[in-house]
Nanobody, 125 residues
Framework: QVQLVESGGGLVQAGGSLRLACAAS????????VAWFRQTPGKEREFAAA????????SYADSIKGRFTISRENAKNLVYLQMNSLKTEDTGVYSC??????????????????WGQGTQVTVSS
């Protein structure tokens, strides 16, 4: 099993940047595919980005491609989501999730077994 804890959320103006971190404990993050999802009230959970544990293969939602970058720091067992050029529509609760295989950058939340508690990101105009 793995436990996930997110950090780095907050309030930022449109055009600004934030870096979210997902700290994994229990097993090495390289054993998992890890993804970031976001959710706003009244909407379904939305895929943002994913990274395969045994490689640097990544996948991004079209809405964030070119603005967000997912990366991994193996020595610290962390997965980051660097968010640049933030827009008001990026506001939401961002959660990281992990699946114990590295075959694919899954985009559906149903594929992920472990979830963090989420961190709020608010982008003001």
């Amino acid at each position: 099993q793995v436990q996930l804890v997110e950090s780095g959320g907050g309030l930022v103006q449109a055009g600004g940047s934030l870096r979210l971190a997902c700290a994994a404990s229990g097993r090495a993050v390289t054993s998992y595919t890890v993804a970031w999802f976001r959710q706003t009230p009244g909407k379904e959970r939305e895929f943002a980005a994913a990274i395969r544990g045994n490689s640097d293969i990544t996948s991004y939602a079209d809405s964030i491609k070119g603005r967000f970058t997912i990366s991994r720091e193996n020595a610290k067992n962390l997965v980051y989501l660097q968010m640049n050029s933030l827009k008001t529509e990026d506001t939401g609760v961002y959660s990281c999730a992990a699946r114990p295989d590295t075959y694919y950058t899954y985009r559906s939340p149903t594929y992920y077994n472990y979830w963090g508690q989420g961190t709020q990101v608010t982008v003001s105009s």
